[in-house]
């Protein structure tokens, strides 16, 4: 499928009298205090629900005449264009030359997609439908390992889009496992949580999955290598002499089939994705092996539907109605005309204490960029620095910044409006979850509002003075299923592709992180064959002091 058809050549927002009127609503001093006050209702209007979410913007800095310019800046560089090509496998990654069609991953079986020849939803459900049958197997206990016994844990070797996409999920939905086979996620490169891993597991039941969009990333690589010694040594095989051990224990996922059978993984245990899935928009392909491992492939399947579901409202919505589109241009406005370099996530869940880390990548991987398509240089700043962590842990460790710092910051509050509805007699949960959404509305109002909140006006002490006027948006999810999360995801996956098109940028390569493992292979040289070093100063200086150091106590290990 090299095919591609190629994407319009689309106007610039840029240089659109819209981003001038925006430059210049900018200049105006923004208090969210006065904001309510002039207008009342405005939470009424700056609200928008769309697949089991409810989205409450009126706490950013924007008013009607701000929002109208925005959709505007949307018109200006033809966003509904770019949004249709998206999902119709246009080459929306210019810099690699291929379509970004994570959408087509979770199209129902029945719709049709053709790119460059290709039946792409017909490939997509075969590959899904072999998900099932290998996570049926493992499941259902038909899956044996080398002695016999049937699996009781899965190990995900992966890093990046092949690590923290199924990690996110099979936290937040641990609520839906209905096995006991229990799943493991390792992706440092330095070994310790595999170590740290294996500790507990016994090579005998125990399950690899080496998930790597390239097959090439060494820190899966080496992680992968470790496991693969520690089997055959359990097993006491020498590699290559058994290869049944490796059909028994290892699957790969990859879109490398090549490399997959090189490294020994057996041509039933790989499941195959496409150079047009991008490494952080993969959950949804087979990489999600282990999601259908822990909660079944049903849920698996609803996990797809809730973001289809958000894909079919981007696609259709009027953009004054459209989640992805306004939690896009809120983000445009906060950082390229505000000034606002942070961004920070906060669930008021502990089950999404995995979606900060997992946003980090879409975000900034995908739109930490400053040139356009075509290669010109930006005179705006594009995606802030995101971070996050579950609300209530970071009321109690960098709220403070928030509300008292000296940088502006704005904030995505995501709650989910009922949990442990099923256990009746958890009334003591149902407390601790009501106090939780108390914290995330009584958060998002401080930091709005600051001490006028309260109605005590300026505090004249100035160490217990709130200033307020920290921009946020409130997320509410009915419930969080598997379903919601689907569609919560999504929702992000195209806020990234709204900034991206107003900014004219591409977020779907990544060639920022290319250079550093390129330099890691000649420092790694270095270190491995204690060859002379001819790097900078301080680089060589640190190579001698490691370098002296592991001699000396390698020696005294030895004498020892
Ligand atoms: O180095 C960055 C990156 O390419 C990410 O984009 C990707 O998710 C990660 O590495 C892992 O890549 P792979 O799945 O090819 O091992």
Known sequence: MTDYVQPNIYPQARTSTAWQRLTALAQQSWSITALFADSPKRAEYFRVTAASLYMDYSKQCVDDEVMQALFALADSCDLQARIDDLLQGATVNSSEQRPALHTALRLPKDAKLTVAGTDVVNDVHESLDQVERLANRIREGTWRGFSGKAITDVVNIGVGGSDLGPLMVTSALDDWADTDIAVHFVSNMDGSQLDNVLKRLSPETTVFIISSKSFSTVDTLSNAETARTWLFDAAKLRLGSDDSVLRRHFIGISTHAARMCEWGIHPENQLK???????????????????????????????????????????????????????????????????????????????????????????????????????????????????????????????????????????????????????????????????????????????????????????????????????????????????????????????????ASIWDVNPFDQWGVEMGKAVATSVHHVLAEQAPADFDASTNALLRHIQQYQNGASTAAHKE
């Open 273 to 499: 994705f496409w150079e047009w899935v991008g490494g952080r928009f993969s959950l949804w392909s087979a990489i999600g092996l282990t999601v259908a491992v822990r909660i079944g492939m049903d849920n698996f399947r609803a996990l797809l539907a809730g973001a289809h579901n958000m894909d079919e409202h981007f696609a259709t919505t009027s953009f004054d109605k459209n989640l992805p589109v306004i939690l896009g241009l809120l983000a445009v406005w906060n950082s390229s005309f505000l000034d606002i370099h942070a961004h920070t996530v906060l669930p008021y869940d502990g089950r999404l204490h995995a979606l900060p880390s997992y946003l980090t990548q879409l975000e900034m991987e995908s739109n930490g960029k400053s040139v356009t398509h075509q290669g010109d240089t930006l005179d705006h700043n594009t995606c802030p620095i995101l971070w996050g962590e579950v609300g209530s842990n970071a009321q109690h460790a960098f709220y403070q910044l928030l509300h008292q710092g000296t940088q502006q910051v704005s904030c995505d509050f995501i709650a989910c409006v009922a949990h442990y509805h099923h256990q009746a007699s958890a009334a003591s949960l149902q407390y601790q979850h009501q106090l939780a959404l108390a914290n995330c509305l009584a958060q998002s109002r401080v930091l709005a509002f600051g001490n006028a909140s309260e109605q005590q006006g300026i505090e004249a002490d100035s160490h217990k003075h709130y200033r307020g006027n920290q921009p946020s948006t409130t997320l509410l999810l009915d419930a969080l299923t598997p379903y919601s999360l689907g569609a919560l995801i999504a929702l992000y996956e195209h806020k990234v592709y709204v900034m």
